[in-house]
């Protein structure tokens, strides 16, 4: 008697804060199909709350618009539609510019490293652009460009006269900038904008470009990297504030520019390995330019940077101090 006792007092003095916690379990909520490697990367960030927690947080991914479609993702974190979403930001435009930033030319070079310091710079500016929301993370996917069905795109003027689907806000402002048209369309949607001519282009990274079939409808490739998409994983707050100090901690504590890496570098050699598997299918022109090419990309792309500012300044923050 005297050891059960014991053995029940040992017991209860090494269970963790949580243990007496309520149990959560979180609809995690995504756009992309269940292929794309977004889908391991919020099944392991659950994972990895739920063994933060104690098994006291536990998750399910949903999906490929299972809980709603990929432009209301944000909203849906707000509304309590899921608890935690994946954004695209520049798909709303002018409602997150300060985000914008990590969408401009020829600024990101990688995944994984560019993932983190998006995450570590925006931090101090989400409370305020996303606060309908508790952010989580920020990251990007690897630096990409230019997929066409119709004609290659060499320099700035062949955009000229062209319909485009730009991957977010900023693309959409270069084309107009350029004299093409944009076409919206959320990233399920593309194969069959461009496949009835209703685009001729889309801005598109390498291995999505594979998983969504854009492969088939488009045959030129610009190689170079023009852009990436800025995204985030945002929870509702009211999902937040209801949890224990000790779980906020396990949200915490996967929420920062380390889990920000964690997503992007997989994801990253994703759409990396796009690339490689586009030059090896027939039919397909993959073409790199010259310096002086890259040359006018950039010069065309500076007017962006006014453009972005503007947004920031509608917003009532400071585009000169978010860019220091």
Same mark, same amino acid.
């Given at each position: 008697?005297?050891?059960?006792?014991?053995? +029940?007092?040992?017991?209860?003095?090494?269970?963790?804060?949580?243990?007496?916690?309520?149990?959560?379990?979180?609809? +995690?909520?995504?756009?992309?199909?269940?292929?794309?490697? +977004?889908?391991?990367?919020?099944?392991?960030? $659950?994972?990895?709350?739920?063994?933060?927690?104690?098994?006291?947080?536990?998750?399910?991914?949903?999906?490929?618009?299972?809980?709603?479609?990929?432009?209301?993702?944000?909203?849906?974190?707000?509304?309590?539609?899921?608890?935690?979403?994946?954004?695209?930001?520049?798909?709303?435009?002018?409602?997150?510019?300060?985000?914008?930033?990590?969408?401009?030319?020829?600024?990101?070079?990688?995944?994984?490293?560019?993932?983190?310091?998006?995450?570590?710079?925006?931090?101090?500016?989400?409370?305020?652009?996303?606060?309908?929301?508790?952010?989580?993370?920020?990251?990007?996917?690897?630096?990409?460009?230019?997929?066409?069905?119709?004609?290659?795109?060499?320099?700035?003027?062949?955009?000229?006269?062209?319909?485009?689907?730009?991957?977010?806000?900023?693309?959409?402002?270069?084309?107009?900038?350029?004299?093409?048209?944009?076409?919206?369309?959320?990233?399920?949607?593309?194969?069959?904008?461009?496949?009835?001519?209703?685009?001729?282009?889309?801005?598109?990274?390498?291995?999505?470009?594979?998983?969504?079939?854009?492969?088939?409808?488009?045959?030129?490739?610009? &190689?170079?990297?023009?852009?990436?998409?800025?995204?985030?994983?945002?929870?509702?707050?009211?999902?937040?504030?209801?949890?224990?100090?000790?779980?906020?901690?396990?949200?915490?504590?996967?929420?920062?520019?380390?889990?920000?890496?964690?997503?992007?570098?997989?994801?990253?050699?994703?759409?990396?390995?796009?690339?490689?598997?586009?030059?090896?299918?027939? $039919?397909?022109?993959?073409?790199?330019?010259?310096?002086?090419?890259?040359?006018?990309?950039?010069?065309?792309?500076?007017?962006?940077?006014?453009?972005?500012?503007?947004?920031?300044?509608?917003? $009532?923050? &400071?585009?000169?101090?978010?860019?220091?």
């Amino acid at each position: 008697m005297r050891k059960t006792f014991v053995a +029940l007092l040992l017991a209860a003095s090494v269970t963790p804060a949580f243990a007496q916690d309520k149990t959560f379990e979180l609809k +995690l909520s995504h756009w992309v199909p269940a292929s794309h490697p +977004l889908q391991k990367a919020l099944e392991d960030w $659950g994972a990895a709350v739920e063994k933060a927690s104690g098994g006291t947080i536990k998750s399910k991914v949903y999906p490929a618009q299972q809980l709603g479609k990929a432009f209301d993702h944000y909203d849906m974190a707000r509304d309590d539609i899921a608890d935690v979403t994946y954004v695209n930001p520049g798909y709303q435009p002018g409602r997150f510019p300060i985000i914008g930033a990590g969408e401009l030319p020829f600024l990101m070079s990688d995944a994984k490293g560019g993932s983190m310091a998006l995450d570590a710079w925006y931090r101090k500016y989400a409370e305020k652009e996303m606060k309908d929301v508790k952010f989580c993370l920020g990251f990007i996917h690897s630096p990409s460009s230019f997929h066409s069905r119709t004609k290659k795109i060499v320099v700035p003027d062949d955009i000229k006269g062209m319909k485009i689907r730009p991957a977010h806000a900023t693309m959409a402002n270069f084309v107009t900038q350029l004299g093409g048209t944009n076409v919206q369309s959320s990233a399920p949607e593309v194969r069959d904008i461009i496949e009835r001519g209703v685009a001729d282009a889309v801005t598109f990274p390498w291995g999505s470009l594979v998983l969504f079939g854009i492969d088939k409808v488009t045959k030129y490739h610009m &190689d170079a990297p023009l852009y990436v998409t800025t995204f985030a994983f945002v929870m509702n707050k009211d999902k937040y504030n209801q949890m224990s100090a000790s779980q906020k901690k396990a949200i915490d504590d996967n929420c920062n520019t380390e889990a920000a890496g964690r997503v992007g570098e997989p994801w990253g050699k994703f759409e990396d390995a796009g690339l490689d598997k586009v030059k090896a299918q027939e $039919g397909h022109e993959v073409y790199k330019l010259t310096p002086e090419q890259v040359a006018l990309w950039k010069k065309s792309s500076e007017p962006l940077v006014k453009t972005w500012a503007e947004g920031v300044k509608k917003t $009532g923050s &400071d585009p000169d101090a978010a860019m220091s």
